[in-house]
Each structure stands twice: as structure tokens, then as C-alpha cells.
């Protein structure tokens, strides 16, 4: 079975600094990650994916995210946040074979000024 | 592309009555999805679409639910009665292949009294 947990519900960081927001996957076979945000009463947008080829997938909006196979990790990264990047953040897989996308409970990011 | 448009935003409704949710996805879009977003189960997947034929509905929570396609460009989601719990915001998603992201719309808050 494939799942993503995001351990931790609450994220803040001040304004200027570099914002990390977890993912662990679950899944048979390889991996298909995916990271999405959500604004306050609007749909999810999608940020970036990996599917193969380079570890440090780039992303809109100046994020990245970096694909640790040993660590079954999806790391959301961004070098220097913004207040504008307060939102929530999803982190999600698919397996190979199949078109669901497993959501993680995501992540409420707060970016202090 | 105006993206994926869903209708109505809102809506408020009594137990019992008939609701109706309306989609309408990307242009040339082969999968459409339907989701259920709740605080306490987070984003759930309801059903999927390939090419309008319904390809795993097992998400679909019971018989009150339905959902339709009868054509590339419109997809509804009916809950018949409707029930206090089915309060929720749903989204529909659509994505052009097997191996793309998908794209969501607004979503639909559902109030259930």
C-alpha cells in the first residue's frame, strides 16, 4: 500500500530564512511524489514532481525538493521564505501502476515577518 | 485555459435533499477525479475517470454517492440524501496523462444541516 506522512502539523519560520517541510513515503516499487499547496479557500496547486532522474527536483515559486531514496524522504525546501509563501502544503505519491494520489495530512506552514 | 471549474462554490443544504456537484475539467484532459477534503480524513480520493468511463469508484463512501461523465468536458457528483456528515469540501481534479500532475479546481464547500 502506498502512503506519505508529514510529521509535523505546524510549521513557522521567520521571513528571510530557509523553510524545510517533511515527507516520508510508503510504497511498492518506485516512487511518484508530488508536492502541492493550498491557499486559504482555494484548490490544491501543484509545486513539483518527481518521477526519475535527478534527486533535487526544482519547482514553482523558488521551491525544491529533494528525493532520498535510502531515507524514503521528499523534503520540501526553499532557501529564503517569504510572508507570501503561508500556506498549507501536501505531500503526495502514486504508485507505477495505478492513478490515485496518496495525500499526506499536511502541513501549515506560518512565515513570520 | 481557465482550468478545472467547479460549480457551485458553495452550498448549503438540507438533510435529506439532493445535491448535485458539477465539474468541468482542462481541455484534453483523459483523467478526471473527484476528492473530499475534511478535517479529520484529509483528502480522500471518491472516484476516478479515463476517458469519461469510471475506472476505481471504491472510495466512493455508499450508495448515496454517485458520480457521472457523460461527456469529456462535464462530470457531476450527486449525493442522494444527503446526509449532516457529507459536509465537506469536494474537488475535481483533471491531469492530461498517466504520468502528469493533476490540476484541481476551487472546490465546492458543502454545508449539510
Known amino acids: 500500500a502506498q502512503s506519505v506522512a508529514q510529521p509535523e502539523d505546524q510549521v513557522n519560520v521567520a521571513e528571510g530564512n530557509p523553510l524545510t517541510v517533511k515527507c516520508t513515503y510508503s510504497?511498492?516499487?518506485?516512487?511518484?511524489l508530488f508536492w502541492y499547496v493550498q491557499y486559504p479557500n482555494r484548490g490544491l496547486q501543484f509545486l513539483l514532481k518527481y518521477i526519475t532522474g535527478d534527486n533535487l527536483v526544482k519547482g514553482s515559486y523558488g521551491f525544491e525538493a529533494e528525493f532520498n531514496k535510502s531515507q524514503t524522504s521528499f523534503h520540501l525546501k526553499k532557501p529564503s521564505a517569504l510572508v507570501s509563501d503561508s500556506a498549507l502544503y501536501f505531500c503526495a505519491v502514486r504508485d507505477p501502476g495505478g492513478n490515485n494520489l496518496f495525500f499526506g495530512t499536511g502541513t501549515r506552514l506560518t512565515v513570520i515577518p | 485555459d481557465a482550468g478545472v471549474i467547479q460549480s457551485p462554490r458553495h452550498e448549503v443544504t438540507e438533510m435529506g435533499q439532493e445535491v448535485t456537484l458539477r465539474c468541468k475539467p482542462i481541455s484534453g484532459h483523459d483523467y478526471l477525479f473527484w476528492y473530499r477534503q475534511t478535517m479529520m480524513r484529509g483528502l480522500e480520493l471518491l472516484i476516478y475517470f479515463n476517458n469519461n468511463v469510471p475506472i476505481d469508484d471504491s472510495g466512493m463512501p455508499e450508495d448515496r454517492f454517485s458520480a457521472k461523465m457523460p461527456n469529456a468536458s462535464f462530470s457531476t457528483l450527486k449525493i442522494q440524501p444527503s446526509e449532516p456528515r457529507d459536509s465537506a469540501v469536494y474537488f475535481c481534479?483533471?491531469?492530461?496523462?498517466?504520468?502528469?500532475?493533476?490540476?484541481f479546481g476551487q472546490g465546492t464547500r458543502l454545508t449539510v444541516v
Open positions: 481534479a483533471s491531469k492530461r496523462a498517466m504520468n502528469t500532475e493533476a490540476f
Open positions: 510504497v511498492s516499487g518506485n516512487p511518484y
